[in-house]
C-alpha cells in the first residue's frame, strides 16, 4: 500500500480506455497531484479536474515527441506491436518506473521481452480473466436463456478491471519495493463457468442455464459478440492448463478486498437483464 505520496508527476497511457480511465480516477483518489493522461482526443476525455489531458497515441511512437519529458513513473497500456519504441522514449526521457499491463509470456511475450529490456524500472501486472468479459454472455442469454461453452473441469479467478487499475495506482505510488516484480493478480476466488453463471442467475434475477456445447457450438454462439476471436477464445477455454488459482495480491496491494462476481454482476446488473 502507498504511504506518504512522493512529489512526482505520473503518466498514463491509454487514460481513455477501459482501465487507463480507472488508473486516473484510482490516482486522482490517492492524492497525486500532477497527472497527465495520455488520449487521442483530449476535448473528448472528460478527465477530472486538475488532471493534464496530453495528445499522443502508444500505436505511433512519433507522436509522442515530448510526452514523456518530466515523467517520474507511468502506467503503460498493453501495445505489443510498439512497445519498444515507446520505452525507448521513455527511458531517454528519464522516466524511472513503468507499472506494465502484461501478463501470460505465451501470449504477452513481445510486451513482457520489451519491458524487461527497457532500461527502465519495472512492475509488471498479470492480471487472470477481466469479469468485463463475461458481457459477451449477453447476446446468447437474451437470445437463448442458456450459456453455451465447452465443458471444462477447472476454476478460474476472474478480476474486476477497477481491481486492477487499483493496483496499478498503488504501486504508482509506492517506493522502489515494486521494481522489477511481476504481479498475476486475481480476483478473490476461483469459480467455475457453472457457478459464474449461477451468479448472474442469482443475482441479476434471471431465469439462465449452462450449457454444455461442443467447441464448435460454442464459437457460433460467441461469434455474434466476438467475432473472429470467438475461435481463440474457445480454444483457450479447452486448453487443460487454463487454470488460475485466486490469490490476495489485491488486498496485499492496496488494502482493499478484491471484489467479488456477485459484487461485479450487482454493480453492472443492466447487462444481465
Given amino acids: 500500500m502507498p504511504g506518504s505520496l512522493p512529489s512526482m508527476t505520473v503518466l498514463v497511457t491509454g487514460a481513455t480506455g477501459n482501465i487507463g480511465r480507472k488508473v486516473v480516477d484510482h490516482l486522482v483518489a490517492l492524492g497525486v497531484s500532477d497527472i497527465r493522461a495520455l488520449t487521442t482526443s ?10 493534464t489531458p496530453v495528445l499522443g497515441y502508444l500505436g505511433k511512437p512519433e507522436s509522442l515527441e515530448g510526452v514523456f519529458d518530466g515523467v517520474e513513473r507511468m502506467y503503460l497500456a498493453p501495445l505489443q506491436s510498439t512497445a519498444v519504441a515507446v520505452l525507448e522514449l521513455a527511458r531517454v526521457a528519464g522516466v524511472r518506473h513503468v507499472v506494465a499491463l502484461t501478463g501470460d509470456a505465451s501470449w504477452w511475450a513481445e510486451q513482457v521481452a520489451a519491458v524487461e529490456n527497457s532500461g527502465v524500472g519495472w512492475t509488471q501486472l498479470g492480471p487472470g480473466e477481466f469479469m468485463e468479459n463475461y458481457a459477451m454472455w449477453t447476446e446468447q442469454i ?11 473441469h477447472v476454476a478460474q479467478s476472474p478480476i474486476a478491471m477497477d481491481d486492477i487499475a487499483r493496483v496499478a495506482a498503488a504501486v504508482l505510488c509506492s517506493g522502489d519495493e515494486h521494481l522489477s516484480k511481476r504481479y498475476p493478480i486475481t480476483g478473490p476466488e476461483a469459480v467455475t463457468r457453472q457457478q459464474l453463471v449461477q451468479t448472474i442467475a442469482d443475482v441479476a434475477g434471471v431465469d439462465v442455464r449452462y450449457v454444455i456445447s461442443s467447441p464448435e457450438e460454442a464459437v457460433r454462439e460467441l461469434r455474434p459478440t466476438m467475432g473472429d476471436r470467438a475461435q481463440w477464445y474457445v480454444d483457450t ?14 488486498a496485499d496491494l492496496t488494502g482493499y478486498p478484491g471484489t467479488t462476481f456477485a459484487q461485479w454482476v450487482a454493480d453492472n446488473v443492466g447487462l444481465f437483464r
Fill in 42 to 51: 483530449p476535448e473528448k476525455a472528460a478527465l477530472p479536474d486538475g488532471v
Fill in 237 to 250: 477455454l479447452t486448453d487443460p492448463d487454463f487454470e488460475q488459482p485466486a490469490n490476495t495480491l489485491v
Fill in 142 to 152: 437474451n437470445r437463448t436463456g442458456a450459456v453455451h461453452e465447452p465443458e471444462r
